[in-house]
């Protein structure tokens, strides 16, 4: 059971990236994916985008209307696409199964690849 995420790099503002999760040894189709984002110096994993078995997708209202999640069953693969990228994007992107935690919130599950660099500049 595996989580690969690709895609990172080093953008300018306002430009655009897409990641790609894939996945071996279990189908993301049956599972909630997420993408996570931690920023530099912070510990903290913060939830940015979601999609359920469902194909039903969440997101944090920060990237709304700039960023969009899409999953390929045929490959087994989620991808995030982010356009009109800012610094405070800057981070660790990983993907994971998603779980409710503690606090209601989305947090990721024992399924989670080992993240891809997103580095935006001003």
């Known amino acids: 059971v595996q989580l690969q995420a690709s895609g990172g790099g080093l953008v300018q503002a306002g430009g655009s990236l897409t990641l790609s999760c894939a996945a071996s040894?279990?189908?993301?189709?049956?599972?909630?994916i997420g993408w996570f984002r931690q920023a530099p110096g912070n510990e903290r994993e913060a939830f940015v985008y979601?999609?359920?078995?469902?194909?039903?997708?969440d997101c944090v209202d920060s990237v709304k209307g700039r960023f969009a999640i899409s999953r390929d069953n045929a490959k087994n693969t989620v991808y995030l696409r982010m356009n009109a990228l800012q610094v405070d994007d800057t981070g660790l992107y990983f993907c994971?199964?998603?779980?409710?935690?503690?606090?209601?919130?989305?947090?990721?599950?024992?399924?989670r690849g080992q993240g891809t660099q997103v580095t935006v500049s001003s």
């Open positions: 994971a199964s998603v779980n409710i935690g503690v606090d209601l919130d989305y947090v990721p599950g024992d399924r």
């Open positions: 040894g279990f189908s993301l189709a049956r599972y909630a």
């Open positions: 979601l999609i359920n078995s469902s194909g039903t997708t």
